[in-house]
């Protein structure tokens, strides 16, 4: 099948990401002299704006960076912690077994904001007015409304009617949700961000001065304010059926900033990849390329019964060291070089058989012991006499709406000089929590994704991060910058990208060609997010798919469960011709409006 657009190829820079407003924002700031630091910050406002069901100035980020001239990443990490003050009998003592997937109780420190002013301060050149500048435009005068969010705000309206009236007054347009296509605006996000450089503005003249008056304001100002003042005006409507109150409170956000470190490597071929510590899933991905390259992957064909065995086979692995190893590294030790060790690579990589293994298998680095907690049934944490009586209004089927797939967004940016930056923001989705009315969005639920089971690396505890999902990706190659790329997916992010890293690497596609080859991923593993579903044995692809590679994956032992072409993934791409001599952008094709800009 022909790629359906051409890899894009151009002198000045390169951005990619999820909606094609943001790209457009992100080329503007490059094209204005700003580097591509500069132009990620950008179009990660404008998507707080214009993809409000994937993400919000409350959710959070996960990005990786790298600077010119120099060979090494840095991951800087824009997950907030759990409130200081709780513990797992903060939960259970409500008789949950299980962080609600919406509502209150699970807001963590919302880090979005605090990620991208460090990424701006440290690593851009810009003014916070500049980069803030198109985001404003879109909130303050409005923009075409995605059928997505349209259809999200339909199904939430009579939540946010009765219920969230902070959301109603924000999503809905006299009590009616706005239809696809028709122009929406926020102007209560937009006067946030004008807030917010005004507090640059008026604390200092210096540029790096300004940033830091912005994350104080945001944290420790008006912002950090009115969250609290939201959260003690009283218990609101959760997934549980029940009404509880917020457990995060000002000393959180004054007591949080985002954090910079170098960013976890592995080499596969001639590339030196980088991920995400382990308070993210980023790791995964290169246990994944330690197992696999032990293997012809080229030989077998990329489209043969072999290679998706092989592959899915090595996820199964990674992940379930994901689900045994990994969480906050603040609060325990997590055996990241183990992991990644070449001995017990090799004994890991043993375990992949002709047949499809059925259950997760964590390996044991260093001889230590794991475990891996076992789910709780889905229906658990939604039993009680108050949400049996809403049966006959059917709010139970509205609020399972606020828990149902939340997804991410995706910014990637380079510039002619050799810098390349990759961004993961989520979390504030519209339908994950009420919304602060006064400020324009909602606060995120990261703290779903951790364990209410103690003992774990990724157990709730106060003051620490739960693991997250997002997980951007920068490659160089032969010591150059190369690509950064990433995609939304929750818990399949790192197996989407790297079968787009693959196809570049094993298989020689170029960039846009490598985002719209088939996409598969294994549900063996446990979802991060409430209440943490996994389907043993079941290999989801789309349906370019052979069916004689079908037919052999099933005689293998694999579930094989066929889903429409191009609905998996949405990845973006942005790096360097193979000589250095060019930048280059691709976007998938998938849900239609990623897109990628250059010039």
């Known amino acids: 099948m022909p790629p359906s657009k051409p890899e894009l190829i151009g002198t000045i820079g390169a951005v990619a990401s999820t909606h094609w407003l943001a790209s457009a924002a992100g080329m503007r700031i490059l094209a204005n002299g700003g580097n591509a630091f500069d132009a990620a910050v950008a179009a990660g406002f404008v998507l707080q704006v214009v993809e409000p069901h994937f993400n919000g100035l409350g959710g959070d980020i996960s990005i990786v960076a790298h600077r010119a001239r120099r060979d090494d990443v840095q991951a800087i990490c824009g997950q907030g912690p759990m409130p200081g003050a709780i513990g797992i009998d903060t939960f259970t003592d409500l008789g949950l077994t299980s962080i609600p997937g919406s509502g209150l109780l699970s807001a963590c420190v919302p880090g979005a904001f605090g990620g991208w002013m460090r990424l701006l301060e440290e690593f851009g050149t810009m003014r916070l007015a500049e980069v803030l500048e198109p985001a404003i435009g879109y909130a303050d005068n409005g923009f075409p409304l995605l059928p997505e969010t ?49 507090a640059a503005e008026s604390a200092s003249a210096d540029r790096d001065a300004q940033i830091r008056a912005a994350h104080d304001a945001f944290y420790k100002g008006f912002v950090a304010e009115e969250i609290s003042d ?116 090799r004994a890991r990589r043993a375990l992949v058989q002709a047949r499809a293994a059925l259950t997760l298998r964590p390996g044991a680095p260093g001889g230590r012991t794991s475990f891996i907690p076992e789910p709780p049934a889905p229906d658990e944490t939604e039993a009680s006499s108050e949400w049996m009586s809403q049966l006959r209004n059917g709010l139970p089927t509205i609020l399972a709406a606020t828990t149902t797939k939340n997804d991410t967004c995706t910014v990637t940016a380079v510039d ?4 390349m930056v990759a961004a993961t923001p989520s979390g504030g989705w519209l339908k994950s929590s009420p919304a602060i009315g006064g400020l324009g969005f909602p606060l995120g639920t ?25 997980s951007p990706t920068i490659a160089l190659r032969d010591g150059r910058p190369y690509v950064a790329f990433g995609t939304p997916g ?45 389907r043993p044995g079941v290999l989801v692809a789309e349906r370019t798919c052979a069916p004689e590679t079908v037919a052999e994956l099933e005689r293998r032992g694999h579930t094989v469960e066929l889903v429409p072409e191009y609905s998996l993934g949405r990845v973006c791409a942005a790096g360097f011709t193979d000589d250095g001599e060019f930048v280059r952008a691709a976007a998938g094709p998938r849900a239609r409006h990623a897109y990628a800009v250059c010039e």
């Open 416 to 419: 002619r000089h050799g810098n």
């Open 490 to 534: 929750g818990d399949r992010q790192d197996q989407w990208t790297l079968q787009f890293f693959l196809n570049v690497a094993d298989f020689g596609l170029d960039f846009q060609r490598a985002t719209e080859t088939t996409a598969f991923h294994t549900d063996q593993v446990p979802a991060s997010f409430t209440p943490h579903a996994h």
């Open 150 to 198: 349209a259809r999200a705000i339909e199904v939430l309206a009579p939540l946010f009617r009765d219920e969230w009236l902070g959301s109603g007054a924000i999503y809905l347009r006299g009590g009616i949700a706005p239809a696809a296509g028709s122009r929406f605006r926020n102007p209560a996000l937009a006067h946030t961000y004008q807030r917010l450089i005004k």
């Open 446 to 470: 990261r703290g779903q994704c951790a364990y209410l089971t103690p003992g774990h690396p990724n157990s709730l505890a106060a003051g620490k991060r739960p693991r997250t999902t997002l």
């Open 230 to 345: 939201f959260l003690a005006s009283g218990p609101m409507l959760d997934s549980t059926g029940r009404r509880h109150r917020g457990l995060l409170t000002a000393d959180d956000l004054a007591g949080w900033e985002a954090t910079v470190e170098t960013a976890p490597s592995h080499a596969y071929g001639p590339y030196q990849v980088f991920k995400p510590g382990p308070w993210s899933q980023g790791p995964v991905f290169l246990q994944q390329l330690a197992l696999l390259d032990g293997f012809d992957l080229a030989a077998m064909g990329s489209d043969s019964a072999d290679y998706l065995h092989t592959v899915i086979e090595c996820t199964k692995l990674a992940m379930a060291d994901r689900e045994a190893w990994y969480g906050d590294p603040d609060f325990g030790d997590v055996p990241l070089a183990g992991l990644l060790d070449e001995d017990y690579t």
